[in-house]
Every structure is written in structure tokens, then in C-alpha cells.
């Protein structure tokens, strides 16, 4: 099957006891069991859960990868392939993340021993001179397109360069989603995803996803699904299953106005730089690993005073953080995504007070141009 005909139909056949063309919510909590230890496949829904199954065939089929575990927000499925390291050994991360991934990394996993170390650029010979400054690498991190700055890693060549270090490299595929690059098949090992953004596309739930290439490494991430307790709601995965069936109609619509925002953007006097992938010098890189460039839009203006008035001129386009719903929403990392970046950090990755981040969504592009121009009148 097809992109689209999988969105649709990947996970969820028609109910055979009533045919109902929609599976229905399997809320219950527990399972009745024939004999001790003897059951249907189910036996407590934090473990095993019909919906949540129907989910990760769902996502498994879309990435292209083996086996998929769901969890309640995208870091939690960040934090169980965090939790499968040991104290002593080492992460190497893609020099701009989202600021959420950096605080976890931080804050949470140095102290418990895990070393992580930022790559100075997305060059590869700077994710090798910090592979070779671990004594036990284990993962390579990395976001592409990056957030907020949209840039662009080579995955296929990295993912060469992570195995001969005996590491595994991770994609966090938010910003790309499945239908625009599958990073399995550009040799990554893990897949995450923040199904809150694309995935959902309604701003509507929270979730998250870990996909794998290889059977082997999902046994770990799924023991700590199941230990840990950080799943999804039935309910959940079923409004997740609702947004994925749709997922490549509002891509494809995000997309083709992203396009067009971009085309008034460069061209605007109050903007000083927009960041969009075919904009830089990996663009033949873009055409080679992704089928589109995307509906994340980056740009920085003139002074925080165009930011001020800006925000406070905007009637359709919200000011809100999150991403990718049939709804465009703007926010300034500085303050918003990225607060949490020390100060240093932000100004060596030029995430600025006049950076601004654009969430494409399907309006009407003539509203949305309309509501830009005004905004920066």
C-alpha cells in the first residue's frame, strides 16, 4: 500500500463481531483470563491495550520500521530510549534542539550519570570529534530539520559514521513526519516522534512515539513502557488514529502555504533572514532525503518592537507554542520553546528575541498572507 491508502487503513480493519468500519475504544482496564496466566493477549492495558496496538501498526506501517511503542508525550518517548543507557555512557546531540529535549538531557540524565555532549555545527566532522571524545558512545540524537532553525543533517552518511562507533543514531521526525522522510530507511535505528504535532494535527492530544529498524531494540524500550507507566490513553490513541488518517491531505496543504509564506517573507523589508530548508546550502540534500521541505517556517525581524506589535496584531494565527495543526500557530523560541536554554547557548545558536517560528497551517493562504502583511504593517 500506498502513503495515503496506509494513513487509512494501517491498524485498524473493521470490527468483526458488529463491522464497524471504525474499531471501537477498548477502554477497560483489565482483561478476563481463562486460567491463571492464560489469556487472550491482553491482560492489563498499562502492558497491552487493543487501541494502543492499532496506533503503533498504524505508525510502524507510515515510518517503515519494525515495531513501534506509544507513550503519553513526545518526551516520554524521548526519556525510554534515554532510560536504556547505562551511567557512563555517552550521547552525542545535534547542536540545536528543541529546548525540551536539551532540559532532559541536562537536567535529568547528566545526573544520573549519562554523558552528553553537543556537536558545535550539524558537520559531521563535528558529531565524529565528539563521538571520539566519549569513551562509550551509545547515541547519536539529532533533529532534521532542526528546531527552530530548520536546518538539515545528512542522516544516511551520519548513521554510517554513528555504527562505526559501535553507537545508534536517533531521529526525532516531528518537524519532517513520515510522509515527507522516513529516517529508517536513511539508516537511523530509532524514529521519535511528538504526536502531539503532525501525527495528531488537531492540537488536540498529546503523545508520543518510538519507532525502531531492528525487532531487537524495541524488547528494552518496551519493558520500560510497560515498568515505567508513561502510555497514552485509549481515547488518546484513538484521536491519534483519527488525525493520521488525514495526515497526508494537511501536510500536502501546510506545504504548498509554507511555500508561498516563504515567497513574501524573502521579500519583506522588516525581515531580516528567513530560515526555511531549500533556503540553505543543503538544499540538494533536502531534495535527496525528504519529499518536501515542510510547513516550518522560521524568521527573524527587525527589532522587538515589529516582534511586540506583531503578536499583539494577530486575529487567525495564534500565538501559541506547538506545532503542525490544521491551525497556524506562531511563537518566539526566545521566550517561549526554548526559555529554558541558558543564556549563552541561545545567543551561540541565535535563537534572538526577534526570531520568530511559524507553525503552517491549511487556512486559506490569501487569510494568511493578509493577517502576515498586516501584523508587520
Given at each position: 500500500m500506498r502513503f495515503a491508502t496506509k494513513a487509512i487503513h494501517s491498524g485498524g480493519a473493521p470490527d468483526p463481531l458488529t463491522g464497524a468500519v471504525i474499531p471501537p475504544i477498548y477502554l477497560s482496564t483489565t482483561y478476563q483470563q481463562e486460567a491463571p496466566g492464560k489469556h487472550k493477549g491482553y491482560e492489563y492495558s498499562r502492558t497491552k491495550n487493543p487501541?494502543?496496538?492499532?496506533?503503533?501498526?498504524?505508525?510502524?506501517?507510515?515510518?517503515?520500521?519494525?515495531?513501534?511503542?506509544?507513550?503519553?508525550?513526545?518526551?516520554?518517548?524521548?526519556?525510554?530510549?534515554?532510560?536504556?543507557l547505562s551511567p557512563g555512557d555517552g550521547v552525542v546531540a545535534g547542536c540545536d534542539l528543541y529546548g525540551g529535549t536539551v532540559r532532559l538531557l541536562d537536567k535529568v540524565y547528566k545526573l544520573w550519570g549519562i554523558k552528553v555532549v553537543y556537536a558545535e555545527s550539524n558537520d559531521l566532522t563535528d558529531f565524529?570529534?565528539?563521538?571520539?571524545?566519549l569513551d562509550k558512545p551509545k547515541l547519536v540524537w539529532i533533529e532534521s530539520p532542526t528546531n527552530p532553525l530548520l536546518n538539515i543533517v545528512d542522516i544516511s552518511t551520519l548513521s554510517q559514521l554513528t555504527h562505526s562507533y559501535g553507537a545508534k543514531l536517533v531521529v526525532d521526525n516531528t518537524f519532517a513526519t513520515p510522509y515527507l522522510q522516513n529516517p529508517l530507511k536513511l539508516g537511523a535505528d530509532y524514529v521519535v516522534h511528538s504526536s502531539t504535532k503532525y501525527l495528531g494535527g488537531h492540537s488536540d492530544v498529546v503523545g508520543g512515539a518510538?519507532?525502531?529498524?531492528?525487532?531487537?531494540?524495541?524488547?528494552?524500550?518496551?519493558?520500560?513502557?510497560?515498568?515505567?507507566?508513561?502510555?497514552?490513553?485509549?481515547?488518546?490513541?484513538?484521536?491519534?488514529?483519527?488525525?493520521?488518517?488525514?495526515?497526508?491531505?494537511?501536510?500536502?496543504?501546510?506545504?504548498?502555504?509554507?511555500?508561498?509564506?516563504?515567497?513574501?517573507?524573502?521579500?519583506?523589508?522588516?525581515?531580516?533572514?528567513?530560515?526555511?530548508?531549500?533556503?540553505?546550502?543543503?538544499?540538494?540534500?533536502?531534495?535527496?532525503?525528504?519529499?518536501?521541505?515542510?510547513?516550518?517556517v522560521s524568521f527573524e525581524v527587525d527589532s522587538i518592537e515589529t516582534v511586540n506589535k506583531m503578536c499583539e496584531r494577530l486575529k487567525i494565527i495564534a500565538l501559541a507554542?506547538?506545532?503542525?495543526?490544521?491551525?497556524?500557530?506562531?511563537?518566539?523560541?526566545?521566550?517561549?520553546?526554548?526559555a529554558s536554554l541558558p543564556e549563552e547557548r541561545k545567543k551561540r545558536l541565535n535563537i534572538t528575541p526577534t526570531l520568530i517560528r511559524l507553525s503552517v497551517g491549511i487556512e486559506d493562504i490569501n487569510d494568511l498572507l493578509s493577517e502576515l502583511d498586516s501584523a508587520l504593517q
Open positions: 487501541t494502543r496496538d492499532q496506533l503503533e501498526a498504524c505508525i510502524t506501517a507510515l515510518e517503515e520500521g519494525e515495531e513501534t511503542a506509544c507513550f503519553a508525550s513526545g518526551l516520554s518517548a524521548t526519556s525510554a530510549i534515554m532510560q536504556t565524529e570529534s565528539k563521538l571520539k571524545s518510538v519507532t525502531v529498524k531492528n525487532k531487537e531494540d524495541v524488547k528494552s524500550i518496551r519493558f520500560l513502557q510497560n515498568a515505567v507507566g508513561g502510555v497514552p490513553s485509549p481515547f488518546d490513541c484513538y484521536l491519534l488514529l483519527r488525525g493520521i488518517k488525514t495526515l497526508h491531505i494537511r501536510v500536502e496543504r501546510q506545504c504548498k502555504n509554507a511555500e508561498e509564506i516563504v515567497s513574501f517573507l524573502i521579500n519583506h523589508p522588516k525581515i531580516k533572514k528567513v530560515y526555511y530548508p531549500t533556503l540553505t546550502a543543503e538544499r540538494a540534500l533536502v531534495n535527496e532525503q525528504m519529499r518536501h521541505p515542510g510547513a516550518m507554542e506547538s506545532l503542525g495543526a490544521v491551525e497556524s500557530l506562531l511563537c518566539v523560541p526566545y521566550y517561549m520553546t526554548h
